[in-house]
């Protein structure tokens, strides 16, 4: 099970630059991210992985509070929002136009919580500004850190600066994946789905108890809680997030961040269990939601809630299978499965399905098979040639799991494209299954053995 990631809250009067701060915290995302369909991220919330650092970032300038409060009133309310959510609050203000009464109203408000605070000069451009950022102090400001969104200047070393109250580094791969494929490590699953899915109806039917207060009003469940289980003597950690509210409807105190709690769940979880209303099916905001858990890499089953409601009229479970792939085309390779929280009807599959993914998830193949199917699937359809000369793929190693992580050698890796990637995706599934979990394909150059004459 992966460590929580920290919350680090963007807050500040609007046109100091958070927005700024926030695309470059968030808005670089590795190549193997952006080359998968479903690939989304909330403008107001994301994963920064920069220089480094790994957190979940949240711009409350995004948020929209109470119309008919002032703006001193409405930057309180974001500012009260993020020290009750975040673990660190970097607030904003401006370089250009110096400290403010609504810089005085909303550092009030900060520096009475014990929330880990930074004060943040944006638009530091220059020398002479950020000079002059210091003279805060004589304001009784304290952690004063002068930056430049805009340019990149100062943010490292505002960030190592915080990571000396928080955890913000990420952890070394090889260790991550050593605690996954530990036997005895529990199996972190996030519940995620749209609100009134069914999500916290099932946690209990899972665990057959009222653990989670379930309501018909949408929305019911909004803050993430944890129950621990076991199913066939393995330890499993259900986490039910609060629903992915349509951004338009995130208004109220209560549920504005909901969205960082769903992000902060799944970034915890190993599997995700995607919990769609069967009788409405995939909707666009489902599929916005499964995109998340897509863009994490996180092994994955879809579980069709409320199934004995729907009207079978001659519909197979085939059929609407066949209806879900069609939608969610980018996750096809998680199993659907038909339930009912409410009678129990199949409930017990969700828990042979997180087994059986999570096992894939942390799989491992003997390099001699692998490199035996990857010349067979490479000998059946060779990868597109360069200039007429043909691109060979020489050899093939698993460099990790969670998901599992495949490298191959080749003499012209810009030439295997996404519809490359995906023909070799569907070979291997084909040969060794990976039910549930997501691959990642990395091309690299071989390079030659030959040393140049003198």
């Known amino acids: 099970m992966s460590s929580p990631h920290s919350v680090v809250a963007i807050v500040g009067r609007p046109n100091v630059g958070k927005s700024t701060l926030f695309n470059r915290l968030v808005g670089r995302r590795s190549a193997i991210v952006e080359k998968n369909p479903g690939v989304t991220r909330d403008r107001n919330s994301g994963i920064s992985k920069y220089h480094g650092f790994q957190f979940i970032a949240v711009d409350t300038g995004g948020f929209e509070p109470v119309a008919e409060s002032s703006l001193v009133q409405k930057m309180a309310i974001q500012a009260r929002l993020a020290v009750e959510e ?46 002059e950022s210091f003279e805060f102090h004589q304001l009784g400001v304290e952690n004063i850190y002068p930056i430049s969104a805009e340019h990149n200047r100062g943010i490292e070393g505002l960030l190592e600066e915080v990571d000396q109250l928080i955890p913000l580094k990420i952890k070394e791969k090889e260790d991550y994946n050593e605690d996954l494929s530990r036997s005895d490590a ?62 338009g409807k995130v208004s109220r105190k209560i549920e504005t961040f909901s969205i960082v709690s769903a992000l902060k769940s799944i970034e915890r979880a190993d599997v995700t269990l995607l919990i769609i209303d069967a009788e409405e099916g995939v909707t666009e905001q489902v599929t916005k939601i499964a995109g998340y858990a897509n863009e994490r890499r996180k092994s994955l089953v879809i579980v069709m809630n409320k199934w004995d409601l729907v009207k079978k009229d001659g519909i197979t479970q085939k059929e609407v299978k066949e209806e879900v792939y069609d939608s969610l085309g980018f996750i096809n390779f ?105 691959l990642n394909f990395i091309w690299r150059k071989k390079k030659s053995t030959h040393s140049k004459k003198p």
């Open 86 to 131: 975040a673990d660190c609050v970097l607030f904003v203000v401006n370089a250009l136009e110096g400290w403010t009464p609504a810089d005085s109203e909303i550092y009030r408000t900060l520096v009475k919580a014990e929330t880990p605070l930074f004060v943040v000069v944006n638009k530091a451009d220059n020398p002479r500004l950020e000079e």
């Open 186 to 247: 529990p199996i972190a699953v996030a519940v995620i789905g749209k609100p009134n899915a069914g999500k916290s109806s099932i946690v209990n039917a899972l665990l057959r108890k009222e653990r989670m207060i379930v309501d018909p009003v949408s929305g019911t469940t909004r803050d993430p809680v944890d129950s621990q289980c076991s199913f066939e003597g393995r330890d499993i950690l259900l986490v039910d997030t609060a629903g992915i509210r349509r951004r």
């Open 334 to 438: 998680a199993p659907v499965i038909f339930v009912s929280a409410v009678t129990g009807q199949r409930v017990p599959q969700i828990f042979e399905n997180i087994l059986r993914v999570h096992e894939q998830y942390v799989r491992r193949i003997q390099t001699s098979d692998l490199n035996t199917i990857l010349q067979l699937i490479v000998n059946q359809h060779p990868p597109p040639s360069k200039s007429g000369r043909p691109t060979k793929v020489f050899y093939g190693n698993q460099v990790s799991v969670a998901p599992p992580t495949f490298v191959f050698m080749t003499n012209n890796p810009e030439k295997t494209n996404f519809a490359y990637e995906r023909y070799v995706s569907n070979q291997f599934r084909f040969h060794f299954g990976f039910e549930g979990t997501p």
